[in-house]
């Protein structure tokens, strides 16, 4: 479903006729996700209005330098204090409010922004264009419907968002539209080499042992057309890693030769599962989270499991076959 007439404009008017506005995202957030929300909050200050960015989790490692992040709240309030402290909600790169892991935002009227297939539109303005490269660049035309001008701190974050989304401008989402948006973040002062450097040449030490760890569970399966790994909780205390240091693991599957699909099993809590996909192109794994009960995109999708991580395997594997016959 494309909102898009009218949409930025319809936003900043949202925006206008709100004093204090809570700024969120989906859990386990992202660069798109975290990078948004920041613009978004420099753009509702811009505007004279309060913002506050509250987040379930914790970002990335590679995520600590963007500018701004020191404001981002992490870990959900309590339902009652979000309908008396604020009286907009934004809520920004989220198909529905359950992936926010933030309860009773719905007390609040909302703002959808995003870009994934089948977003619920729980918002009193939806935004939501599937074909937007990024969130970020949802963000940017809403700020130039504003009429605010792009600071470098807003353009970072905004390019950021771009860079993540479109794995380095090398998915089939990077089209002249996530080019263009690029070209106006660099020319308001986002500096790619700088942020190329902050995102992929920090690596700390325990995320390389990390990566160690779970590269060394590859397994190839159906006809090696598939490539599985996994990480519990014991790998992750072994590398002296968090959860969220093993976001772009699943990317390291993918580039094995001749694999279709890449599947990540995350099996840290002993009761559920959280399986990351991936898809070279032809392979619709969003198609296959939604069997799952998840969702995302087409070449990068998840889903939660309730199951142990053996069983989780085998449905995820038998859920990737069927979807790879059909491609
Ligand atoms: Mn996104």
Redesign the pocket.
């Known amino acids: 479903m494309n909102e898009r007439a009218g949409g930025a404009a319809a936003v900043v008017e949202r925006l206008k006729q709100a004093k204090r506005v809570l700024i969120t995202t989906h859990s386990s957030p992202d660069g798109?996700?975290i990078g948004s929300e920041l613009a978004m909050a420099e753009l509702v200050e811009a505007l004279g209005r309060q913002a506050l960015v509250v987040n379930r989790d914790r970002q990335p490692a590679n995520l600590g330098f963007l500018p701004g992040l020191h404001r981002v709240r992490v870990g959900a309030p309590p339902p009652h204090e979000l309908a008396e402290g604020f009286d907009l909600g934004v809520v920004l790169?989220c198909p529905d409010l359950d992936r926010t892991g933030i309860d009773g935002l719905a007390r609040l009227p909302l703002v959808d922004i995003d870009?994934h297939l089948g977003n619920a539109l729980f918002g009193e303005v939806n935004l939501v264009d599937e074909e937007a490269p990024?969130?970020g660049e949802l963000v940017l035309e809403i700020v130039a419907a504003a009429g605010v001008t792009l600071t470098p701190a807003m353009a970072t974050n905004l390019h950021v968002a771009l860079v993540t989304?479109t794995g380095d401008f090398r998915y089939a989402n990077a089209t002249p539209r996530a080019f263009r948006a690029a070209a106006r973040l660099v020319e308001a002062g986002a500096d790619p080499q700088l942020v190329a450097q902050q995102l992929w040449e920090q690596v700390p030490p325990r995320v390389v042992r990390l990566t160690a760890a779970v590269l060394s569970t590859l397994a190839l399966e159906l006809d090696g057309r598939v490539a599985v790994v996994h990480c519990d909780r014991a790998m992750l205390e072994a590398a002296g890693a968090r959860p969220e240091d093993t976001e772009d693991l699943v990317n390291h599957a993918r580039a094995v030769a001749g694999v279709e699909v890449a599947v990540f099993l995350k099996a840290f809590t002993g009761e559920a599962v959280r399986v990351s996909l991936r898809s070279r192109g032809r392979v619709d794994v969003q198609e296959v989270a939604a069997g799952l009960g998840g969702g995302g995109h087409r070449e990068a999708a998840g889903c939660t499991l309730a199951a142990p991580l053996e069983r989780a395997r085998q449905a995820v594997v038998e859920a990737v076959a069927g979807a790879l016959e059909r491609a």
Do not use: L, R, T
């Open positions: 798109d996700a790169d870009h990024a969130v989304d």
